[in-house]
T-cell receptor, first 111, second 115 residues
Framework: LAKTTQPISMDSYEGQEVNITCSHN???????ITWYQQFPSQGPRFIIQ???TKVTNEVASLFIPADRKSSTLSLPRVSLSDTAVYYC????????????FGSGTRLLVRP | GAGVSQSPSNKVTEKGKDVELRCDPI?????LYWYRQSLGQGLEFLIY????????KSGLPSDRFSAERTGGSVSTLTIQRTQQEDSAVYLC?????????????FGEGSWLTVV
């Protein structure tokens, strides 16, 4: 059973880089790692996805070590609007469609 | 529409009444998910539909909960004899296919309050 572990909360200041690490020790060979962002009163929205090494898009980077037992979401130069809950997501092995969300990381960006 | 649409956006119901929540997935998406999120909590998987395959109902919390998907598109989540602990936001999501390698898109949720 794939399971993710993330810090419950993190604080940062505007303009800083934020790195949120997620542990997924039992990740299956066919599983991808996906990060979602959720604002209050909204559904989660996709941020970034990767399988191995590094992925970068216009909003974030995702670093995945060779053993894939963890991943790190990197948000460059955060702003107040990045205050949200961030979820790391992997599949469930043979039932990889069953995307189980953990408790997420509550990021608070201060002025 | 362009995104996942859910209705009603808000529902207040009396304890013991039945409620139906509707989800219109993104056109062409074969995979559809229902999640539940209680206040301040993470997302709880409820049920998964993929095409014409039998749904994975393993996350439904009790037999008061049921869901169906008609014609491989619209889905309805039904909660019978609602209880106060059913109060939560019910989120629907869809993706072009199942699997963790695919992006799932969420609706804005249906906020259910049982009084």
């Amino acid at each position: 059973l794939a399971k993710t572990t993330q810090p419950i909360s993190m604080d940062s200041y505007e303009g800083q880089e934020v790195n949120i690490t997620c542990s997924h020790n039992n990740i299956a060979t066919n599983d991808y790692i996906t990060w979602y962002q959720q604002f209050p009163s909204q559904g989660p929205r996709f941020i970034i996805q990767g399988y191995k090494t590094k992925v970068t898009n216009e909003v974030a980077s995702l670093f995945i070590p060779a053993d894939r037992k963890s991943s790190t979401l990197s948000l460059p130069r955060v702003s107040l609007s990045d205050t949200a809950v961030y979820y790391c997501l992997v599949g469930e092995g043979d039932s990889s469609y069953k995307l189980i969300f953990g408790s997420g990381t509550r990021l608070l960006v201060r002025p | 529409g362009a995104g996942v649409s859910q209705s009603p956006s808000n529902k207040v119901t009396e304890k013991g009444k039945d409620v139906e929540l509707r989800c219109d997935p993104i056109s062409g998406h074969t995979a559809l998910y229902w999640y539940r999120q209680s206040l301040g909590q993470g997302l709880e998987f409820l049920i998964y539909f993929q095409g014409n395959s039998a749904p994975d109902k393993s996350g439904l919390p009790s037999d008061r909960f049921s869901a169906e998907r008609t014609g491989g598109s619209v889905s309805t989540l039904t909660i019978q004899r609602t209880q106060q602990e059913d109060s939560a936001v019910y989120l629907c999501a869809s993706s072009s296919y199942g699997g963790s390698g695919n992006t799932i898109y969420f609706g804005e949720g249906s906020w259910l309050t049982v009084v």
